[in-house]
């Protein structure tokens, strides 16, 4: 890939980040913005936010810059040891640069046009204002489309942030997740989805798509509902505090349909129970368990350690012979397992730190064995060679389904056979490491 343009800025803090993060892309091979998105997480931001923060003359937000160098830093060469240093390195530029360089521009939505849907639901906007035109004639609305949802709810609440301003009832936060459901269903219909005779798949890399020679206006309609789709994961986010809906990363039609429905369900009980502490402490834990099941969601696709199918080879050779000729294929990776090694850390270690905060025993149990399972995986392997990723998914699994049945009030499921084998393995392991030290 050719080297992306500079902008023209003035000597200065903001010129000294936009040097570094030009040279950190150098380093790293000139990847591409859509390849850099996907490594990142396609929901997180668009590809044209990451190429115009190398590429704009305006300050890039610090969320962009921390992401973005730290994936550049994984794929530097010669490799860069300290990635987190590197990240704080930039972070440091950017404060530098911050408060004397003007703000990036707000990303500006695709304006799709509001038209009549064939939903297999009620106009989820009826009767929110006493009409079905509440949607175009929402206060600071009037394109019909769906709010920025309130991405500083959280610091009001927990850190005494924005006293300034009022925070958004439940309500409101409802609201806003049936006017980003709603959108998101539109663009899915739009896309036909799986109801079509012709299926298109919404989260086809573009460069298939335009491989495959489809039409522009089918690839304008899929980028504008992956977005419309990461603002609802945000209203949802942001409802979080008060009730939990889940939302697959790939949600079907009927999932869409079913987050409109859940969130009118909590707006016209009025956002509030008769046990008003009793639903605070729920909620906080249920925030809570949001966040871990992200991480856990995180953990289950992190890629295998470079060096685990080469290490598994040799555990299973049954001669000097076998293990010297695996051995003379070619050195371990030793760098990039150092480099897979950091980033599975410091989920691991986000996991604890956020599981900390789960008011349920029970759940917060469950959560640290599935942790305590993981860190220990070498248990597995050296047993029954059982791989780190294979002990690292099966633990991850069923934490994600205790943390659902937490959520809709259902009893913990009971672990299948294999978490209880991987279990036993860590188990047995922990009682001769004890013993030991006795």
Not at 336 to 353: D, F, K, M, N, Y
Not at 354 to 378: F, N, S, W
Not at 425 to 433: C, G
Request: a negative charge; aromatic letters at 8%; charged letters at 35%.
């Amino acid at each position: 890939m050719p080297a992306w343009k500079k902008p023209d800025l003035p000597e200065g803090p903001l010129k000294d980040l936009n040097d570094a993060l030009h040279a950190l892309h150098k380093r790293a091979g000139y990847p591409a913005a859509r390849k850099l998105q996907e490594m990142i997480g396609k929901e997180v931001f668009s590809y044209t936010k990451i190429h115009d923060a190398l590429t704009k003359p305006f300050l890039p937000t610090r969320g962009v810059v921390e992401l973005v160098v730290r994936e550049l830093a994984k794929m530097a060469r010669p490799p860069i040891g300290d990635i987190e240093a590197e990240v704080n390195r930039l972070v440091e530029l950017w404060h530098a640069a911050h408060g004397d360089a003007p703000e990036a521009a707000p990303e500006i939505v695709s304006d799709r046009v509001e038209g009549p849907v064939d939903d297999p639901f009620d106009d989820p906007f009826e009767d929110m204002d006493g009409n079905a035109d509440a949607r175009e004639a929402a206060p600071g609305n009037p394109s019909g489309r769906a709010e920025a949802p309130n991405a500083d709810l959280f610091d009001q609440f927990f850190r005494g942030e924005g006293a300034e301003s009022q925070p958004k009832t439940p309500e409101d936060l409802a609201n806003e997740v049936i006017k980003a459901a709603y959108k998101a269903h539109q663009g899915w219909v739009e896309l036909d989805g799986h109801d079509a005779e012709r299926s298109i798949d919404p989260f086809t890399p573009a460069e298939e798509v335009m491989a495959e020679e489809w039409l522009d206006y089918e690839l304008r309609d899929r980028r504008a509902y992956r977005s419309d789709l990461a603002n609802l994961k945000s209203a949802l986010s942001d409802l979080a505090l008060y009730h939990t809906i889940f939302l697959s990363e790939h949600p079907l039609r009927k999932e869409l349909v079913s987050v409109i429905e859940q969130a009118r369900q909590f707006r016209d009980q009025g956002g509030s129970a008769n046990d008003q502490e009793g639903n605070e402490r729920r909620a906080h834990t249920l925030v809570a368990a949001g966040r871990v099941y992200q991480t856990l969601t995180e953990l289950k696709r992190l890629r295998p350690d470079p060096n685990q199918r080469r290490d598994l080879r040799i555990l299973l050779a049954e001669t000097i012979e076998q293990v010297k000729e695996i051995e003379a294929e070619g050195p371990r990776d030793e760098d990039g397992s150092r480099i897979w090694r950091g980033e599975w850390g410091a989920l691991i270690q986000r996991l604890e730190v956020e599981a900390l905060d789960i008011g349920d025993t029970d759940l917060r149990e469950r959560i640290k064995e599935a942790r305590v399972i993981m860190e220990c995986h070498e248990e597995p392997f050296k047993q029954s060679g059982q791989q780190e990723s294979r002990t690292r998914y099966i633990a991850a699994e069923y934490a994600m389904k205790s943390i659902e049945a937490f959520r809709d009030g259902d009893p913990f499921p009971e672990p299948p056979a294999e978490y209880v084998h991987t279990r036993d393995f860590v188990l047995d392991f922990i009682a001769e490491w004890e013993a030991s030290r006795r």
